[in-house]
């Protein structure tokens, strides 16, 4: 992730669908962002974001195998996934002041 603000917890989480059409929907009322992930929607880990508001740790468990997220989450290759990051911000930056943003999504496909 970059974009986030400096040194701020960040969240990755996914799920099978890219919600609205990959734009996004309401449904996070505690939140600025939109909710762009869903179904078998699933919590991967959280990271401080650096000083520039960007992670560069891998997002796989504190400790997990090599295979980092996709070994810890059980992803199989040909598997479609949508991810997307929620992070803390200054509630006065927010334009509803809830104290949190998301991400933009991305859409990974998992290969052998």
Do not use: K, Y
Not at 30 to 58: I, K, P
Not at 84 to 100: A, H, I, K, Y
């Amino acid at each position: 992730m970059s974009g986030g603000v400096p040194n701020a917890l960040a969240v990755l989480s996914s799920g099978d669908n890219a919600l609205g059409g990959g734009i996004g929907i309401l449904g996070m009322p505690e939140s600025d962002g939109l909710r762009c992930v869903g179904v078998n929607f699933r919590r991967h880990d959280g990271r401080s974001l650096d000083a520039n508001g960007a992670t560069v740790n891998s997002w796989g468990a504190v400790g997990a195998p090599p295979a980092g997220i996709i070994g810890v989450s059980g992803f199989v290759p040909g598997q479609t996934r949508n991810f997307q990051v929620r992070s803390r911000e200054d509630p006065l930056r927010g334009p509803c002041g809830f104290g949190t943003n998301t991400s933009q999504a991305i859409q990974l496909t998992f290969a052998p």
